[in-house]
């Protein structure tokens, strides 16, 4: 299984950014999927996961500014973050499981300035 992230960098407070993943070496329609991030010296936070059948679940810290979706075509994974706070400073990482084991994307460094 192979994950690639793209998109994240650098926005004012307010602003926007998207995040893409690419997944390969799974059968993408049926996987659950999800968005961490993780600032230094702290563990690594659940944002956002989408169901194989498409229903949205939403940490209480992003919810109606984050957005997840997902493309099971294309094998994509896509966050569309508005209205960001520079407490949204973080490495981005999608994530999946395959047979119970984790696999991660390189992570995407997002950074909100105020």
């Known amino acids: 299984v192979q994950l690639q992230a793209s998109g994240g960098g650098s926005v004012q407070a307010g602003g926007s950014l998207s995040l893409s993943c690419k997944a390969s070496g799974i059968n993408f329609k049926i996987a659950t999927v999800d968005w961490y991030r993780q600032v230094p010296g702290k563990q690594r936070e659940l944002v956002a996961t989408?169901?194989?059948?498409?229903?949205?679940i939403y940490a209480d810290s992003v919810k109606g500014r984050f957005t997840v979706s997902r493309d099971n075509i294309r094998r994509m994974m896509y966050l569309q973050m508005n209205s960001l706070k520079p407490g949204d400073t973080a490495v981005y990482y999608c994530h999946t499981t395959r047979a119970g084991r984790p696999f991660w994307g390189q992570g995407t460094q997002v950074t909100v300035s105020s």
């Open positions: 989408i169901t194989s059948v498409g229903s949205p």
